[in-house]
C-alpha cells in the first residue's frame, strides 16, 4: 500500500472511530444539577413552578401540595426536591419530598389525611411525585420578593432523547406584569420562599 492509500484510510478509520463517539454520546443519559432561584405555586393551585438558571420546570396538578402550603400545616413543613427527570417532547417529572416537625398532636389527623405518615423521630413526611412541562428559561428580571432565601441545587437526569432536542425546548410561559409580578397562564404566581426552612 503506498503513503497516499494508508493515509486515506486513516482518515477514513479516524473519522468513523470519531463518529462512533459522538453518536455513543448522543445516546447517553445525563446527569447535572441546576441551581434553583424561585419555587412558586399558582394562586389557582393548580401548577408548582420551579426557576432555575436554566430552565422553569412547569408541574400540573398540584392539590396535595398546594392544600399543605396554603393551609394550617404550612407553618410546620419544609420540603425539598429530590430530583428532577427531562424526558423527550419537553415533558418533566419529579419528587417533592414534604416534612412536617414538632407538629401538634391534634394535627396529627390533618397530616395523615393528607398522606403523611409518621417516622421513628416523630417527623411526618409524605412523597409527591410531579409531572410536568419543562421550558427554556428567559433569564426574567425577579423580584427579591421571589427569591428563595437561600442556595439550593437540585439533579436533574436528562435522557438521550431529550438531550437530542433540547434546542427544541419551548419558552417559558412565564411573564413579567407591568407591576413586577410574575403570571403564568394569566394567574398570578406566589413565592414560596423558605422552601426548605
Known amino acids: 500500500m503506498n503513503r497516499r492509500n494508508f493515509m486515506k484510510l486513516s482518515v477514513s478509520l479516524l473519522a468513523v472511530n470519531l463518529s462512533g463517539?459522538?453518536?455513543g454520546l448522543m445516546y447517553h443519559d445525563r446527569y447535572t444539577?441546576?441551581?434553583?432561584?424561585?419555587?412558586?405555586?399558582?394562586?389557582?393551585?393548580?401548577?408548582?413552578?420551579?426557576?432555575?438558571?436554566?430552565?422553569?420546570?412547569?408541574f400540573d396538578n398540584v392539590p396535595r401540595l398546594s392544600a399543605i402550603v396554603r393551609g394550617d400545616l404550612h407553618r410546620y413543613a419544609s420540603a425539598q426536591f429530590e430530583?428532577?427527570?427531562?424526558?423527550?417532547?419537553?415533558?418533566?417529572?419529579?419528587?417533592?419530598?414534604?416534612?412536617?416537625?414538632?407538629?401538634?398532636t391534634e394535627m396529627e389527623p390533618q397530616a395523615s389525611n393528607l398522606g403523611f405518615k409518621a417516622d421513628e423521630s416523630d417527623e411526618w413526611v409524605l412523597s409527591i411525585p410531579l409531572e410536568g412541562t419543562v421550558y427554556k428559561g428567559r433569564g426574567?428580571?425577579?423580584?427579591?420578593?421571589?427569591?428563595?432565601?437561600?442556595?439550593?441545587?437540585?439533579?436533574?437526569?436528562?435522557?438521550?432523547?431529550?438531550?437530542?432536542?433540547?434546542?427544541?425546548?419551548l419558552a417559558t410561559p412565564v411573564t413579567v406584569?407591568?407591576?413586577?409580578?410574575?403570571?403564568?397562564?394569566g394567574v398570578a404566581?406566589?413565592?414560596?420562599?423558605?422552601?426548605?426552612?
Open 140 to 169: 426574567l428580571p425577579v423580584d427579591p420578593a421571589y427569591r428563595l432565601n437561600r442556595t439550593y441545587y437540585v439533579s436533574v437526569k436528562q435522557d438521550a432523547s431529550a438531550a437530542a432536542t433540547a434546542g427544541k425546548i
Open 83 to 104: 430530583s428532577f427527570h427531562m424526558a423527550s417532547g419537553g415533558k418533566t417529572s419529579g419528587t417533592v419530598i414534604m416534612t412536617l416537625k414538632d407538629l401538634p
Open 189 to 197: 404566581l406566589l413565592s414560596l420562599a423558605h422552601w426548605e426552612d
Open 177 to 185: 406584569a407591568v407591576d413586577g409580578a410574575l403570571i403564568l397562564f
Open 33 to 58: 444539577s441546576e441551581k434553583l432561584s424561585s419555587v412558586l405555586i399558582s394562586e389557582d393551585g393548580k401548577h408548582l413552578v420551579a426557576i432555575t438558571e436554566k430552565h422553569d420546570y412547569v
Open 21 to 23: 463517539c459522538l453518536t
